[in-house]
């Protein structure tokens, strides 16, 4: 199995080179210390799996991560990180990662998790399992969350407002921002959430509860 690591610490890099190192069966093909240097190996390289940290410089772990799979789908993110909340474990599985560990994982559980991605299956680790399961269960993420928290918090105003059926004439002038902001800002709001454009974004964001029915009213007349 190839693997790639995406990390930017040094020393729990190295941590993963000696471990993958002496493990038959799998073959380190590269590093990567930022999220643009991983897109860029992974084009390059081609690996079975991608070991991504979330937290990376540059472009984040959960941007890196929809990158790589938009450009080769057959390859398997595994995610390592120090955070189990559940912004960042649902980031990470909408942006399409088949796995989800902690840090602190023991190193037999992460060549098994290796193993497992590289063979289609998906991995998780027990704290991020009950939080999989308590979503589940329960039907939402809770009544504090919100919607696409890959999205900033000015990118989901402006999701909002593309929800509520505005222009980006419309939504520049309610924000403050230029028209060639708002246009860039929606730009990579529909990278984030590959839609292929403003009628699919609109479908995805009034789904998720956003917009005012009162104010898109408004705007349709």
């Keep these: 199995m190839r693997v790639l690591v995406a990390e930017d610490h040094p020393v729990y890099r190295d941590g993963l080179r000696a471990m993958l190192g002496a493990s038959a069966g799998i073959q380190l093909i590269g590093e ?3 999220g643009d ?3 860029l190996l992974a084009a390059e390289l081609q690996p079975d799996v991608v070991l991504m ?3 990376l410089p540059g472009r984040n772990g959960i941007e890196a991560t929809r990158a790589i799979l938009a450009a080769r789908p057959a390859t398997a993110v595994l995610v390592l990180t120090m955070f189990e909340d559940d912004e960042s474990v ?3 599985m ?4 088949r796995g989800y560990l902690l840090k602190d994982a023991r190193g037999a559980d992460l060549i098994g998790a290796i193993d497992t991605v590289a063979h289609g299956g998906a991995i998780f680790g027990a704290g991020v399992a009950r939080r999989i399961s308590a979503f589940f269960a329960a039907g939402e993420l ?3 969350a919100r919607p696409f928290p890959e999205l900033t918090d000015r990118e989901r105003q402006v999701l909002d407002r593309i929800a509520r059926g505005e222009s980006n004439g419309v939504i520049a002038g309610r924000l403050g921002l230029s028209l060639k902001t708002v246009r860039n800002y929606a730009s990579t709001i529909f990278d984030k959430l590959m839609v292929a454009g403003r009628s699919e974004a609109i479908v995805v964001a009034r789904e998720a509860g956003m917009g005012d029915p009162g104010e898109r ?3 349709a007349g």
């Design 90 to 92: 649902f980031s990470a």
């Design 32 to 34: 990567a210390s930022d």
């Design 142 to 144: 809770g009544p504090h």
């Design 37 to 39: 240097e991983a897109v």
């Design 217 to 219: 009213r408004d705007a």
């Design 53 to 55: 940290d979330i937290q």
């Design 94 to 97: 909408r942006a399409g990662a």
